[in-house]
Protein backbone atom coordinates (compact mmCIF):
# COMPACT_ATOMS: atom_id res chain seq x y z
CA UNK A 1 0.00 0.00 0.00
CA UNK A 2 1.24 3.52 -0.82
CA UNK A 3 1.38 6.01 2.21
CA UNK A 4 -1.65 7.95 2.52
CA UNK A 5 -0.64 11.65 2.39
CA UNK A 6 -2.97 14.70 2.53
CA UNK A 7 -1.99 18.06 1.05
CA UNK A 8 -3.50 21.19 0.00
CA UNK A 9 -1.92 23.52 -2.31
CA UNK A 10 -3.32 26.74 -0.15
CA UNK A 11 -1.44 24.78 2.92
CA UNK A 12 1.30 27.47 1.49
CA UNK A 13 -0.38 31.07 2.42
CA UNK A 14 3.03 33.06 0.04
CA UNK A 15 4.75 34.62 2.68
CA UNK A 16 8.08 36.94 1.54
CA UNK A 17 10.73 34.59 1.42
CA UNK A 18 12.47 36.08 4.26
CA UNK A 19 9.51 36.00 6.62
CA UNK A 20 10.89 34.49 9.33
CA UNK A 21 8.40 31.97 9.26
CA UNK A 22 9.57 29.62 5.82
CA UNK A 23 6.65 29.18 4.07
CA UNK A 24 7.77 27.91 1.20
CA UNK A 25 8.74 24.42 2.39
CA UNK A 26 5.07 23.20 2.16
CA UNK A 27 5.31 23.18 -2.13
CA UNK A 28 8.88 22.00 -1.76
CA UNK A 29 8.29 19.57 0.71
CA UNK A 30 5.71 18.26 -2.27
CA UNK A 31 8.51 18.31 -4.30
CA UNK A 32 10.39 16.50 -1.95
CA UNK A 33 8.25 13.51 -1.71
CA UNK A 34 7.36 13.50 -5.46
CA UNK A 35 10.79 12.75 -5.95
CA UNK A 36 10.97 10.41 -4.03
CA UNK A 37 8.35 8.21 -5.40
CA UNK A 38 5.88 9.14 -2.89
CA UNK A 39 2.51 11.57 -3.02
CA UNK A 40 1.45 9.73 -6.27
CA UNK A 41 -1.59 10.79 -7.22
CA UNK A 42 -4.19 7.42 -5.90
CA UNK A 43 -2.24 8.16 -2.64
CA UNK A 44 -3.32 11.81 -2.29
CA UNK A 45 -6.28 13.23 -0.49
CA UNK A 46 -7.17 17.19 -0.14
CA UNK A 47 -8.63 18.41 2.69
CA UNK A 48 -11.94 21.04 2.65
CA UNK A 49 -11.78 23.74 5.16
CA UNK A 50 -12.61 23.08 8.65
CA UNK A 51 -15.99 24.00 9.48
CA UNK A 52 -16.16 26.34 12.79
CA UNK A 53 -18.17 23.62 15.08
CA UNK A 54 -14.79 21.78 14.65
CA UNK A 55 -12.65 24.68 15.30
CA UNK A 56 -15.04 25.31 18.25
CA UNK A 57 -14.43 21.72 19.97
CA UNK A 58 -10.81 22.90 20.91
CA UNK A 59 -10.83 26.99 20.38
CA UNK A 60 -13.21 30.04 22.21
CA UNK A 61 -15.97 30.74 19.70
CA UNK A 62 -14.93 34.45 19.80
CA UNK A 63 -11.50 33.75 18.57
CA UNK A 64 -12.38 30.82 15.78
CA UNK A 65 -14.46 33.32 14.61
CA UNK A 66 -12.09 36.08 14.50
CA UNK A 67 -9.84 33.87 12.17
CA UNK A 68 -12.51 33.01 9.89
CA UNK A 69 -13.76 36.78 9.59
CA UNK A 70 -9.68 37.88 9.37
CA UNK A 71 -10.31 40.18 12.44
CA UNK A 72 -8.45 38.81 14.36
CA UNK A 73 -6.73 41.78 17.21
CA UNK A 74 -3.45 43.20 16.60
CA UNK A 75 -2.14 42.05 20.08
CA UNK A 76 -3.38 38.23 19.52
CA UNK A 77 -1.66 38.53 15.99
CA UNK A 78 1.55 39.57 17.34
CA UNK A 79 1.89 36.27 19.45
CA UNK A 80 1.03 34.36 16.61
CA UNK A 81 3.93 36.05 14.32
CA UNK A 82 2.43 37.14 11.42
CA UNK A 83 -1.08 38.81 10.61
CA UNK A 84 -4.42 36.51 9.70
CA UNK A 85 -5.29 37.56 6.61
CA UNK A 86 -7.39 35.81 4.02
CA UNK A 87 -4.82 33.68 3.19
CA UNK A 88 -3.45 32.47 6.60
CA UNK A 89 -7.14 31.77 7.77
CA UNK A 90 -7.70 29.37 4.47
CA UNK A 91 -4.23 27.65 5.66
CA UNK A 92 -5.32 26.90 9.26
CA UNK A 93 -8.96 26.07 8.10
CA UNK A 94 -7.12 23.42 5.78
CA UNK A 95 -3.87 22.30 7.75
CA UNK A 96 -6.49 21.72 10.75
CA UNK A 97 -9.15 19.62 8.27
CA UNK A 98 -6.04 18.41 6.85
CA UNK A 99 -5.12 16.82 10.16
CA UNK A 100 -8.79 15.46 10.68
CA UNK A 101 -8.46 13.79 7.48
CA UNK A 102 -4.97 12.35 8.08
CA UNK A 103 -6.24 10.83 11.13
CA UNK A 104 -9.36 9.06 9.23
CA UNK A 105 -7.05 7.79 6.99
CA UNK A 106 -4.80 6.35 9.21
CA UNK A 107 -7.80 4.78 11.42
CA UNK A 108 -8.69 3.15 8.10
CA UNK A 109 -5.44 2.38 6.69
CA UNK A 110 -3.16 1.61 9.90
CA UNK A 111 -0.95 4.94 8.71
CA UNK A 112 -1.67 8.31 7.01
CA UNK A 113 0.07 11.48 6.98
CA UNK A 114 -0.55 15.52 6.98
CA UNK A 115 2.27 17.75 4.90
CA UNK A 116 1.47 20.28 7.09
CA UNK A 117 0.11 20.49 10.97
CA UNK A 118 1.58 20.34 14.30
CA UNK A 119 0.60 24.14 15.61
CA UNK A 120 0.90 22.85 18.97
CA UNK A 121 0.99 26.35 20.73
CA UNK A 122 -2.36 27.34 19.35
CA UNK A 123 -4.36 27.71 23.38
CA UNK A 124 -7.42 26.92 23.71
CA UNK A 125 -8.02 31.03 23.87
CA UNK A 126 -6.07 31.97 20.88
CA UNK A 127 -3.04 31.26 18.52
CA UNK A 128 0.60 31.99 19.34
CA UNK A 129 4.26 30.78 17.89
CA UNK A 130 3.59 30.74 14.16
CA UNK A 131 0.18 28.56 15.01
CA UNK A 132 -3.29 29.55 14.37
CA UNK A 133 -5.25 26.72 15.07
CA UNK A 134 -4.17 23.02 16.88
CA UNK A 135 -5.09 20.81 14.45
CA UNK A 136 -4.45 17.74 16.56
CA UNK A 137 -6.76 18.85 19.38
CA UNK A 138 -9.00 19.74 17.08
CA UNK A 139 -8.66 16.45 15.58
CA UNK A 140 -8.76 14.45 18.40
CA UNK A 141 -11.81 16.36 20.21
CA UNK A 142 -13.78 15.57 16.24
CA UNK A 143 -12.76 11.68 16.20
CA UNK A 144 -13.87 11.92 20.09
CA UNK A 145 -17.15 13.33 19.41
CA UNK A 146 -18.12 11.44 16.97
CA UNK A 147 -16.96 8.33 18.62
CA UNK A 148 -14.72 7.39 15.83
CA UNK A 149 -11.72 6.47 18.80
CA UNK A 150 -12.28 6.71 22.65
CA UNK A 151 -8.53 7.14 23.55
CA UNK A 152 -6.19 9.30 21.84
CA UNK A 153 -2.10 9.67 22.85
CA UNK A 154 -0.43 12.61 21.27
CA UNK A 155 3.12 11.94 20.64
CA UNK A 156 4.93 15.55 20.44
CA UNK A 157 8.77 15.12 19.73
CA UNK A 158 9.06 19.30 17.98
CA UNK A 159 12.15 20.72 19.67
CA UNK A 160 9.06 23.58 21.17
CA UNK A 161 6.53 22.58 23.95
CA UNK A 162 3.48 21.37 23.22
CA UNK A 163 1.67 23.86 25.63
CA UNK A 164 -1.49 24.48 23.40
CA UNK A 165 -2.41 20.98 23.32
CA UNK A 166 -1.45 20.30 26.61
CA UNK A 167 -3.66 23.90 27.64
CA UNK A 168 -6.50 22.45 25.22
CA UNK A 169 -6.95 18.58 26.12
CA UNK A 170 -5.88 19.17 29.80
CA UNK A 171 -9.37 18.52 30.97
CA UNK A 172 -10.15 15.75 28.61
CA UNK A 173 -9.47 12.31 30.07
CA UNK A 174 -9.60 10.21 27.01
CA UNK A 175 -6.58 12.21 25.57
CA UNK A 176 -2.97 11.55 26.80
CA UNK A 177 -0.53 14.37 25.56
CA UNK A 178 3.37 13.65 25.74
CA UNK A 179 6.06 16.29 24.86
CA UNK A 180 9.78 16.24 24.87
CA UNK A 181 11.72 18.96 24.19
CA UNK A 182 14.15 21.38 24.42
CA UNK A 183 14.02 22.53 28.34
CA UNK A 184 15.40 26.65 27.38
CA UNK A 185 13.18 26.97 24.04
CA UNK A 186 9.87 28.51 23.26
CA UNK A 187 7.33 28.88 25.18
CA UNK A 188 8.88 30.17 28.13
CA UNK A 189 6.12 29.80 30.41
CA UNK A 190 5.40 26.37 29.81
CA UNK A 191 2.04 24.25 29.89
CA UNK A 192 2.02 21.22 32.01
CA UNK A 193 1.46 18.44 29.64
CA UNK A 194 0.01 15.08 31.37
CA UNK A 195 3.50 13.93 30.00
CA UNK A 196 6.54 16.07 29.75
CA UNK A 197 10.58 15.53 29.38
CA UNK A 198 12.75 18.37 28.94
CA UNK A 199 16.21 18.36 27.57
CA UNK A 200 19.15 20.27 27.69
CA UNK A 201 20.62 22.37 25.18
CA UNK A 202 22.79 20.22 22.51
CA UNK A 203 21.34 16.81 23.55
CA UNK A 204 22.36 14.94 20.66
CA UNK A 205 21.37 11.38 18.80
CA UNK A 206 22.46 8.66 21.19
CA UNK A 207 21.14 9.98 24.84
CA UNK A 208 17.88 11.90 22.90
CA UNK A 209 17.30 8.40 21.49
CA UNK A 210 18.15 6.52 24.89
CA UNK A 211 15.28 8.84 26.21
CA UNK A 212 12.75 7.99 23.67
CA UNK A 213 13.76 4.20 23.53
CA UNK A 214 12.85 4.46 26.93
CA UNK A 215 9.32 5.99 27.21
CA UNK A 216 8.00 4.76 24.64
CA UNK A 217 6.91 1.08 26.37
CA UNK A 218 5.66 3.33 28.88
CA UNK A 219 3.33 5.01 27.09
CA UNK A 220 1.96 2.71 24.50
CA UNK A 221 1.41 0.36 27.37
CA UNK A 222 -0.86 2.62 29.56
CA UNK A 223 -4.07 2.32 27.77
CA UNK A 224 -5.82 1.09 24.28
CA UNK A 225 -5.06 3.73 22.40
CA UNK A 226 -7.13 3.72 19.32
CA UNK A 227 -5.08 6.73 17.84
CA UNK A 228 -1.65 8.40 18.12
CA UNK A 229 -1.00 11.35 16.67
CA UNK A 230 2.82 12.29 16.42
CA UNK A 231 4.12 15.57 15.98
CA UNK A 232 7.44 14.81 14.14
CA UNK A 233 8.79 18.52 14.24
CA UNK A 234 12.08 18.37 12.70
CA UNK A 235 13.56 21.51 15.04
CA UNK A 236 15.38 19.44 17.10
CA UNK A 237 18.01 19.06 14.17
CA UNK A 238 21.68 20.34 14.71
CA UNK A 239 21.37 22.85 12.14
CA UNK A 240 18.00 24.36 13.09
CA UNK A 241 17.66 28.61 13.25
CA UNK A 242 15.23 28.14 16.11
CA UNK A 243 16.27 24.53 17.81
CA UNK A 244 18.89 23.92 20.56
CA UNK A 245 19.46 20.25 20.34
CA UNK A 246 21.96 18.60 18.18
CA UNK A 247 20.05 15.70 16.24
CA UNK A 248 21.73 14.73 12.74
CA UNK A 249 19.87 13.55 9.85
CA UNK A 250 20.55 10.08 10.96
CA UNK A 251 19.04 11.26 14.38
CA UNK A 252 15.82 12.13 13.14
CA UNK A 253 15.10 9.09 10.70
CA UNK A 254 16.20 7.09 13.21
CA UNK A 255 13.68 8.94 15.81
CA UNK A 256 10.77 8.60 13.11
CA UNK A 257 11.42 4.95 12.61
CA UNK A 258 11.61 4.38 16.23
CA UNK A 259 8.24 6.13 17.28
CA UNK A 260 6.44 4.49 13.72
CA UNK A 261 7.50 1.04 14.40
CA UNK A 262 6.81 1.08 18.14
CA UNK A 263 2.84 2.12 17.23
CA UNK A 264 2.68 0.20 14.13
CA UNK A 265 4.13 -3.23 15.46
CA UNK A 266 1.60 -2.58 18.52
CA UNK A 267 -0.77 -2.62 16.07
CA UNK A 268 -2.00 1.79 16.71
CA UNK A 269 -2.96 3.89 13.84
CA UNK A 270 -0.73 6.24 13.60
CA UNK A 271 -1.28 10.23 11.83
CA UNK A 272 2.07 11.88 11.38
CA UNK A 273 1.49 16.25 11.24
CA UNK A 274 5.19 17.72 10.28
CA UNK A 275 5.41 20.27 13.11
CA UNK A 276 8.03 22.67 12.98
CA UNK A 277 11.65 23.02 11.40
CA UNK A 278 13.61 26.22 10.58
CA UNK A 279 15.94 26.98 8.07
CA UNK A 280 17.04 30.03 5.44
CA UNK A 281 18.45 26.79 3.71
CA UNK A 282 14.65 25.76 2.80
CA UNK A 283 14.79 22.77 0.46
CA UNK A 284 16.93 21.41 3.29
CA UNK A 285 14.43 21.91 5.47
CA UNK A 286 11.51 20.02 3.11
CA UNK A 287 13.98 17.52 3.03
CA UNK A 288 14.42 17.02 6.79
CA UNK A 289 10.49 16.95 6.90
CA UNK A 290 10.64 14.30 4.27
CA UNK A 291 12.30 11.98 6.71
CA UNK A 292 8.81 11.30 8.36
CA UNK A 293 7.46 10.67 5.15
CA UNK A 294 9.62 8.03 4.03
CA UNK A 295 9.68 6.30 7.58
CA UNK A 296 5.91 6.06 7.48
CA UNK A 297 5.94 4.77 3.78
CA UNK A 298 8.04 2.01 4.84
CA UNK A 299 5.02 1.10 7.31
CA UNK A 300 2.33 1.68 4.92
ZN1 LIG B 1 8.86 23.76 17.12
Not at 41 to 60: R, T, V
Not at 164 to 184: V, W
Amino acid sequence: MPLQIVHHPDYDAGFAVNHRFPMSKYPLLMEALRARGLAIPEALSMPEPAPAKWLKLAHAADYVDQVLACEVPERIEREIGFPVGRRVSLRAQLATAGTVLAARLALKHGIACNAAGGSHHARRAQGAGFCTFNDVAVASLALLAERAVENVLVVDLDVHQGDGTADILKDEPRAFTFSMHGDRNYPARKIASDLDIALPDGTGDAAYLDRLRAILPELSTRRRWDIVFYNAGVDVHAEDRLGRLALSDNGLRARDEMVINHFRTAGIPLCGVIGGGYSTDVPALAARHAILFEAAARCA
